[in-house]
């Protein structure tokens, strides 16, 4: 069987990879395969992808299949007309109304099936069964009307072009139909008298629209599949793009996160908590707001650790690390200062305020022992050290120097206190 095949290539000139490009090859081989057309069916060759190209054009072809279905029943009723002009209210106009009528109510039935079923119009059964029935009572017309040969002649050449042309279908059972057609007419002519001459020079007139109808449909069905390669190739190219887009921008945002965060405890690193000490410190200058500092340190960590294991210290710090941004505001800031130290940021905050806040942290903790399982917990308590901001402290560095002072008085005096620096 004869093909043709859509070729899509992924060309990336700036790798030299022989591996990739070997993968690339592959793939762009494995694509034109998929995508291979029937010269003469004008249809894909793989089945899947003949399905796939008919439910994308399912709904669009239902509705023109509809149209043109609603155009063929209204024909068939005003061509009555021209009989009645003729025939009169007689048994022969009788007879070809009556068809008339019972072809136009099956179109009308099949439009209307079709709202339900659009997958009738990609088939191409039902259109066919419905042309051939249509034939089959168009030659009624040779004999109940035997002096408009030449006339019916005439109409079933529009017929036959109009079958490929205007009736959206699938192209070989189109062309099956159409066959159906010339041989019944052929055979009501030669029934009719006609010689074996003239039915030979009709068969040839017959075939000319057949002939012209199947290479146009076969060229638009066989375009209509290519665009749909085509379609499908680069809805494939933004998929992955926009997967890749998301990944990197997920890599993004876990690159930025490790490079901010504490990976024990999920709070700000030393750099992004000296980076947010520096603009809130100059908006609270420019606002002439206060701002204070805090550094708590966790009482006995290292007899925790001896004497429980560094699981149980990670917990620890877990636990200390939710339970203050739990009850701290959102606009302070906090961070892991090292080992089991923390520290505070609190903006537009003076030094009374920061140690009433404080104080409650430190009675928070005190009350929140770190539970090890359903029936044992441990107490913690922690010594916090809070100072103000200087405004000629021109580091944190500064800041927390005098805060460290703090935080060694506070151990000095027995843990498990707030001291102002």
């Known amino acids: 069987m004869l093909g043709i095949r859509v070729i899509l290539f992924n060309s990336d000139t700036h790798n030299n990879n022989a591996d990739i490009a070997g993968r690339g090859c592959m793939a762009e081989t494995d694509a034109a395969l998929s995508y291979r057309l029937s010269t003469w069916r004008g249809e894909f060759v793989e089945p899947e992808v003949e399905q796939a190209f008919r439910r994308h054009i399912e709904p669009s072809m239902a509705r023109h299949l509809r149209v043109a279905v609603l ?8 061509f009555g007309g021209l ?6 209210w007689s048994d022969g106009f009788l007879i070809l109304m009556s068809t008339r009528i ?4 099956l179109l009308l039935a099949f439009a209307w099936r079709l709202g339900q079923r659009p997958e009738l119009a990609t088939t191409g059964y039902a259109v066919t069964a419905l042309e051939a029935l249509g034939f089959v009572l168009f030659f009624l017309i040779y004999f109940a009307r035997p002096d408009i040969v030449i006339w019916n002649i005439g109409v079933t050449l529009i017929m036959l072009i109009s079958m490929f042309i205007f009736i959206p279908s699938r192209v070989y059972p189109t062309l099956l139909a159409a066959l159906f057609g010339i041989a019944g007419t052929l055979y009501c002519l030669a029934l009719t008298g006609l010689s074996t001459g003239l039915l030979v020079g009709v068969s040839f007139i017959l075939m000319l629209p057949v002939v012209v109808g199947f290479v146009a449909a076969l060229r638009l069905q066989l375009v209509q599949r290519h665009e749909f390669a085509l379609y499908t190739e680069v809805a494939e190219a933004n998929r992955e793009l926009k997967a890749e887009i998301e990944r990197r921008e997920a890599l993004e945002l876990e690159l930025k996160r490790q490079a901010t965060t504490d990976p024990l405890t999920g709070l700000f690193n030393r750099r992004q908590y000296e980076m947010l000490f520096v603009r809130e410190r100059e908006r609270c200058r420019r606002q002439n707001s206060p701002m204070c500092l805090c550094i708590a340190d966790l009482d006995h960590f290292k007899a925790l650790n001896d004497k429980l294991g560094h699981d149980a210290g990670d917990a620890a710090l877990r636990h200390v690390a939710s339970l203050f941004a739990r009850h701290m505001r959102q606009s302070d ?4 200062f090292g080992g089991e130290e923390f520290i505070m940021l609190l903006p537009d905050t003076d030094e009374q305020q920061a140690g009433c806040m404080v104080e409650r942290l430190r009675q928070a903790l005190e009350q929140s022992p770190l539970l090890l399982s359903s029936d044992r917990d441990y107490p913690l308590t922690a010594t916090f050290a809070v100072t103000r901001v200087q405004d000629d402290e021109k580091t944190i560095r500064d800041t927390i120097r005098r805060a460290d002072k703090g935080l060694y008085q506070g151990k000095r005096a027995g843990r498990n206190r707030v001291v102002l620096a």
């Open 71 to 78: 155009v063929w029943a209204i024909l068939l009723l005003l």
């Open 83 to 88: 009989d009645y002009l003729d025939l009169g």
């Open 102 to 105: 019972l072809q136009a109510a």
């Open 333 to 336: 800031v906090l961070g892991r």
